[in-house]
């Protein structure tokens, strides 16, 4: 009887090892479903990079559609992503929202002077607690956010000229399309 014991466990473990195979063949391991597409976003309060004593808040975006974009100093892909963003980003038609995210704003500051700045305004996160309520993973991460406060669609990764032309331009032009 204990020689025959191992075998339900081997064959049990070697269904659940295939089970995950066929799973992930079928999943982009990239791709995290957000709870929060098609809910309004986080009510959210954050100061400027730029004048701390001044601050953005949801409210003040309501109106117009725009593109939150997660990024920091300190993130490798977010410095592969910057250059895409400093072409495409005054092209989409919306405004862009830089996220400064658990970043210290000195160091934010300079990586922006250094590499450019593609964003229309800059917030910062510091502590991470807004981020938290928006669901980031970690930086990369866009969020675009309908004229009603909605948010529409969410990309985790740092973007390429491709995605930006296959899914976040589409979704801009959908939202267009749904303008009033």
């Not at 309004?40 to 953005?56: I, K, M, Y």
């Not at 592969?80 to 160091?107: C, Q």
Request: glycine share 8%; aromatic share 10%; hydrophobic share 40%.
């Amino acid at each position: 009887m204990m020689r025959t014991l191992p075998l339900p466990g081997f064959a049990l473990l070697t269904a659940l090892f295939g089970f995950g195979i066929r799973w992930n063949s079928h999943h982009d391991p990239h791709e995290v479903p957000s709870p929060l597409i098609d809910k309004p976003a986080p009510a959210f309060v954050l100061p400027r990079l730029d004048h701390p004593g001044q601050s953005l808040d949801k409210t003040s975006m309501l109106g117009r559609p725009y593109l939150v974009n997660v990024f920091a100093s300190w993130c490798i892909a977010c410095g592969e992503e910057h250059p895409v963003l400093m072409t495409a980003g005054r092209k989409l038609g919306i405004p862009l929202i830089g996220y400064n995210y658990k970043d210290d704003p000195s160091e934010a500051k300079a990586w922006l002077a250094r590499h450019g700045n593609p964003y229309d305004q800059v917030i910062t996160d510091r502590s991470g607690r807004t981020a938290i309520d928006f669901g980031v993973y970690g930086a990369p991460e866009s969020f675009l956010v309908d004229a009603g406060g909605v948010i529409r669609y969410k990309h985790i990764g740092p973007f390429t000229a491709e995605l930006i032309a296959t899914e976040l331009a589409p979704a801009i032009a959908a939202l267009r399309r749904e303008a009033p």
